[in-house]
Nanobody, 127 residues
């Protein structure tokens, strides 16, 4: 059974940084794509970043390019989201997701392509 467990959320002031972690278990993930999504109150869940587990190819939403970095550690079965220069608009519940079916770059941002989801971790950025 696949499990994705996030950690690292919290309260930070604008301009600060946080690093989120997502530990994956229950399967071999070498062919998977792992993504981070976020959902702010009253808004739809939106794509943040994604990484292919084997090649390490990355994709980012325009709103976080240059500020957020996604990476993975195969030995620890962990995907990270380093978030710098945070602003109040980044406040949301951040969720890790895994996909077995992504084959093209344009699919990375589609939440419907992801089969498995973690519970989420709250990130709050104060002004």
């Amino acid at each position: 059974q696949v499990q994705l467990v996030e950690s690292g959320g919290g309260l930070v002031q604008a301009g600060g940084s946080l690093r989120l972690s997502c530990v994956a278990s229950g399967r071999t993930f070498s062919t998977w794509v792992m993504g981070w999504f976020r959902q702010a109150p009253g808004k739809e869940r939106e794509f943040v970043a994604a990484i292919s587990w084997s090649a390490g190819r990355t994709y980012y939403a325009d709103s976080v390019k240059g500020r957020f970095t996604i990476s993975r550690d195969g030995a620890k079965m962990t995907v990270y989201l380093q978030m710098n220069s945070l602003n109040p608009e980044d406040t949301a519940v951040y969720s890790c997701a895994g996909s077995q079916g992504i084959s093209s770059g344009w699919q990375y941002a589609l939440k419907t392509m992801y089969n498995y989801w973690g519970q989420g971790t709250q990130v709050t950025v104060s002004s």
